[in-house]
């Protein structure tokens, strides 16, 4: 079992940073796929960002290309999302997610990942 315990979100103006990270606990971090995923109020989870094991793929939703980098640290456990640019539509709950499958194509599909963490509030204004 996996526990993933997400930080670093809060209240920022429009055009500021933020940087998400994700602790993860056991042995085996470093072989799952990571991603982030973030949940509006009155919205359905969405995909934001995806990690392969080693860094070396990453994937982005449309909406945060350019803007949101993905990245891990398997020393430390730890993954990251580098927010730039925020926008109010950015405003959610992020989750972070990994896929214990040893997959070679980086997924956006909300059912394969099997293990979440509770989630960190990001609130963007105006």
């Known amino acids: 079992q996996v526990q993933l315990v997400e930080s670093g979100g809060g209240l920022v103006q429009a055009g500021a940073s933020l940087r998400l990270s994700c602790a993860a606990s056991g042995r085996t971090f470093s072989t799952y796929i990571m991603a982030w995923f973030r949940q509006a109020p009155g919205k359905e989870r969405e995909f934001v960002a995806a990690?392969?094991?080693?860094?070396?793929?990453?994937d982005y939703a449309d909406s945060v290309k350019g803007r949101f980098t993905i990245s891990r640290d398997n020393t430390k456990n730890t993954e990251y999302l580098q927010m730039n640019s925020l926008k109010p539509e950015d405003t959610a709950v992020y989750y972070c997610a990994a896929d214990r499958n040893r997959r070679v194509v980086l997924t956006s599909n909300i059912n394969e990942y099997d293990y979440w963490g509770q989630g960190t509030q990001v609130t963007v204004s105006s």
């Open positions: 990690i392969n094991w080693n860094g070396g793929r990453t």
